[in-house]
């Protein structure tokens, strides 16, 4: 990596966003922004030691974490969304690494076409309108779409660390900067707050880091070989949300070309240690109001995840979005929530 200069430091201090709350330092974004011109040197020096030496300093792994209540009982734990807050300090790092890494990535011409989550100029609505581009397109060919919706499992947060560097290795990330990701991913902590209270220090083993500006971009490089395990489906990916269509003639077509890639994208994640979420993962055959009666007098398509059958939907919420099984004008539910 290039050793951080002064002025990007400065800048970056400048550019912090006042609303963001401290970490357990306590050190606030307004107390680095009012003392930029004094901090800024000293900290793209502590910024150059950690690239130099590949050492990412243990204090800024510590994650605060908080658990915010989203909708029904209170007293089920998995009704809280965990927010995890790093070091201000740490996150401005993690910037200027950032610009770094994707400045890499799109040299190298690392990510796959098929990915839109994180990335400049891509949305949910240049992801969303590949797909629905492409499903019309069959349609006006006389076909009928097969769309299979994966849902992972926590995905971000069973992120396999030994498997995530040896991809970083794979994509040309090596030496001492393949040494200051390792750092930076091992050995991570969080410490939980609620009520004024605060819980023992426990050791984050695997995912990839919340909160953090590198989190999301080291997560699809995570899963960018995704897919290349297809044989007889299209991917479209946005993050962690990924969809796989194929068109035919007949539900049989459909069927076998689903099955073998459910199968194929089944032994990807348990290669890489994820998992598909049964009840969440749901399909959707897309055609014309024609197609579609004709469509129903075939043999109904069966689909299954370990004995588990997926269930057929006639429409359903895709970032953002509600699709039906007729294209018809999608809804917009308001902007996808980022993690």
Not at 11 to 36: E, H, W, Y
Not at 58 to 87: H, L, M, Q
Not at 287 to 314: C, Q, W, Y
């Amino acid at each position: 990596m290039i050793y951080t200069i002064l002025q990007e430091t400065f800048d970056a201090l400048n550019q912090l966003n006042s609303r963001k709350s401290p970490g357990l330092d306590g050190i606030s974004v307004k107390l680095l922004k009012d003392t930029s011109d004094v901090i800024a040197q000293p900290l793209a020096n502590i910024f150059n030691l950690s690239l130099q030496t590949a050492i990412f300093p243990d204090e800024w792994k510590i994650a605060k974490v908080s658990p915010v209540f989203k909708e029904g009982n209170k007293t089920d734990c998995g009704n809280y969304r965990p927010i995890s807050v790093i070091s201000v300090v740490a996150k401005l790092f993690e910037g200027l690494v950032y610009n770094q890494l994707r400045t890499f990535i799109a040299d190298n011409s690392i990510l796959v076409e098929q990915q839109s989550g994180f990335r400049s100029q891509h949305s949910t609505e240049t992801a969303l309108s590949g797909s629905t581009n492409e499903w019309l397109y069959n349609m006006d060919s006389g076909l009928i779409n097969g769309v299979l919706f994966l849902d992972l499992k926590k995905a971000f947060d069973t992120v396999d660390h030994e498997i995530l560097l040896k991809k970083l290795h794979l994509y040309g990330i090596k030496g001492t900067t393949y040494a200051w990701f390792e750092s930076y991913i091992q050995n991570r902590k969080s410490i939980c707050l609620m009520n004024g209270k605060k819980s023992h220090a426990r050791e984050i083993r695997c995912g990839v880091p919340q909160g953090s500006n590198l989190g999301p971009i080291l997560f699809l490089l995570y899963i960018n070989d995704l897919p290349k395990c297809l044989e007889t489906t299209k991917a479209n990916l946005f993050a962690d949300d990924t969809n796989l269509s194929c068109a035919g003639l007949d539900a049989n077509e459909i069927e076998t070309k689903l099955k073998r890639d459910l199968e194929n994208v089944h032994s990807w994640l348990r290669c890489n240690k994820l998992t598909l979420n049964d009840s969440k993962t749901e399909f959707m055959i897309i055609g014309s109001r024609h197609h579609l009666t004709k469509f129903e007098d075939n043999p109904e398509i069966s689909l299954a995840i370990r004995d588990n059958n997926i269930k057929r939907v006639t429409n359903k919420k895709s970032l953002g979005f509600i699709i039906d099984d007729q294209l018809k004008e999608p809804q917009w539910l308001g902007s996808k929530a980022k993690w």
